[in-house]
Nanobody, 123 residues
Framework: QVQLVESGGGLAQVGGSLRLSCSAS????????MAWFRQVSGKERAFVAG????????DYGDSVKGRFTISRDNAKNTVYLQMNSLQPEDTAVYYC????????????????WGQGTQVTVSS
């Protein structure tokens, strides 16, 4: 029904910036939400940020609030995650996800996931 592809990951220095993109294809809905999660090997997938497609209302995890900004371009079916002031603890695989929810911080709330993009921050 819907496919998600992340891009923009890579290496960054402490204090640097990266911009992640998540492009959606297939059938999508303006009433759905998009979220970013991240996961370190051996740990649970953690919520990073979420946004509603229709009104752009946002939600952020405590660890990234004030440093990361989520935004969307509905015409391009793309959601972005601007990551500033990167820290070593931001190192993880970042995933985008979508489903028919307003906001959720639970991975189980999302049925559609991208394959992930690696972000590595040097210390």
């Amino acid at each position: 029904q819907v496919q998600l592809v992340e891009s923009g990951g890579g290496l960054a220095q402490v204090g640097g910036s990266l911009r992640l993109s998540c492009s959606a294809s297939g059938r999508t809905y303006s009433t759905w939400s998009m979220a970013w999660f991240r996961q370190v090997s051996g740990k649970e997938r953690a919520f990073v940020a979420g946004i509603r497609w229709d009104d752009a209302n946002t939600d952020y995890g405590d660890s990234v609030k004030g440093r990361f900004t989520i935004s969307r371009d509905n015409a391009k079916n793309t959601v972005y995650l601007q990551m500033n002031s990167l820290q070593p603890e931001d190192t993880a695989v970042y995933y985008c996800a979508t489903d028919s929810v307003r906001f959720s911080r639970r991975p189980a709330s999302y049925a559609y996931w991208g394959q992930g993009t690696q972000v590595t921050v040097s210390s």
